[in-house]
T-cell receptor, first 113, second 113 residues
């Protein structure tokens, strides 16, 4: 069935470097995407969202890029900090009349000191 | 913190038993969605409640049921528990039943033995 997937299950980066987490989605009709951060023992935390009529959206230290041509989503974290260590999920909303979000399996980001 | 609370934090049940999990949504939010997150997986949509009515359901059997109350708090009920029901159960609230950001609670860890 339709699903959201991630290319890399684990990403290790040096503190201070930029991180890029990628996500592939399969449903070209999805109209809304969210990135979540989940720390151990906690629920997912909203980071940033983007609608399908946009290519790029920036937040504080984070940028989401959407490439609808290849159905690809990425999350860029600038100047990665130890507190950024977590599992990151992308989620897509499929406009089927029911607003439910399809999550991928996640990418674990490890920040090396 | 998102303002979404869940209870209990942890729960251990025996196969065949029934369980009720509770969620209080963030102030001003009238929509609650429930997700099941198995270990090492992304959250999977169970169902959503809007104004006390079910507003969409994922691929979960009827033994998963829910309620939403006039104050927008919600319950998830699972009957005839199976071992595979062991997971983190997350609720998320949003301001409207649409493609808006959802704010997650910390989850309830259910273990079925």
């Amino acid at each position: 069935g339709e699903s959201v997937g991630l290319h890399l299950p684990t990403l290790s980066v040096q503190e201070g470097d930029n991180s890029i987490i990628n996500c592939a989605y399969s449903n070209s009709a999805s109209d809304y995407f969210i990135w979540y951060k989940q720390e151990s023992g906690k629920g997912p935390q909203f980071i940033i969202d983007i609608r399908s009529n946009m290519d790029k959206r920036q937040g504080q230290r984070v940028t989401v890029l959407l490439n609808k041509t290849v159905k690809h989503l990425s999350l860029q974290i600038a100047a990665t900090q130890p507190g950024d260590s977590a599992v990151y999920f992308c989620a897509e909303n499929q406009p089927s009349g029911t607003y439910k979000y399809i999550f991928g399996t996640g990418t674990r980001l490890k920040v090396l000191a | 913190e998102t303002g979404v609370t869940q209870s209990p934090t942890h729960l251990i049940k025996t196969r065949g038993q029934q369980v009720t999990l509770r969620c209080s949504s963030q102030s001003g939010h009238n929509t609650v969605s429930w997700y099941q997150q198995a270990l090492g997986q992304g959250p999977q949509f169970i169902f959503q409640y809007y104004r006390e009515e079910e507003n969409g359901r994922g691929n979960f059997p009827p033994r998963f049921s829910g309620l939403q109350f006039p104050n927008y708090s919600s319950e998830l009920n699972v009957n005839a528990l199976e071992l595979d029901d062991s997971a983190l159960y997350l609720c998320a609230s949003s301001a409207v039943a649409g493609a808006y950001e959802q704010y997650f609670g910390p989850g309830t860890r259910l273990t079925v033995t």
